[in-house]
């Protein structure tokens, strides 16, 4: 599967940003999908993930209360709403998908990456 992510651009803290990860296959609806990000000089960091139905979804402990990831699957579509962003949430944002979301293994799909800066 192939993935788009789009949506980024420059915010300034306490804003909000909405970014969008597209799929190219019509199966999309049977995946896992999560949102990762990765700061210069850090390590990509887990942000959240969502199961192929959208009732079930996981935030890391930085983002909880703040992210919301949803999905479309008739638009083969992952959200990641992002509000009240702190400049430490600058990064490049990746959504990636694996089958199941209760899977250990890594994730074989990834889409490009897209930018999100947060001035203060």
């Known amino acids: 599967v192939q993935l788009q992510a789009s949506g980024g651009g420059l915010v300034q803290a306490g804003g909000s940003l909405r970014l969008s990860c597209a799929a190219s296959?019509?199966?999309?609806?049977?995946?896992?999908m999560a949102w990762f990000r990765q700061a210069p000089g850090k390590e990509r960091e887990f942000v959240g993930r969502?199961?192929?139905?959208?009732?079930?979804?996981y935030y890391a402990d930085s983002v909880k209360g703040r992210f919301t990831i949803s999905r479309d699957n008739a638009k083969n579509t992952v959200y990641l709403q992002m509000n009240s962003l702190k400049p430490e949430d600058a990064a490049v944002y990746y959504c990636?998908?694996?089958?199941?979301?209760?899977?250990?293994?890594?994730?074989?799909?990834w889409g490009q990456g897209t930018q999100v800066t947060v001035s203060s």
């Open positions: 990636a998908a694996r089958s199941t979301c209760t899977d250990t293994s890594a994730y074989p799909y």
């Open positions: 296959r019509r199966t999309f609806s049977n995946y896992c």
């Open positions: 969502i199961n192929w139905s959208g009732d079930s979804t």
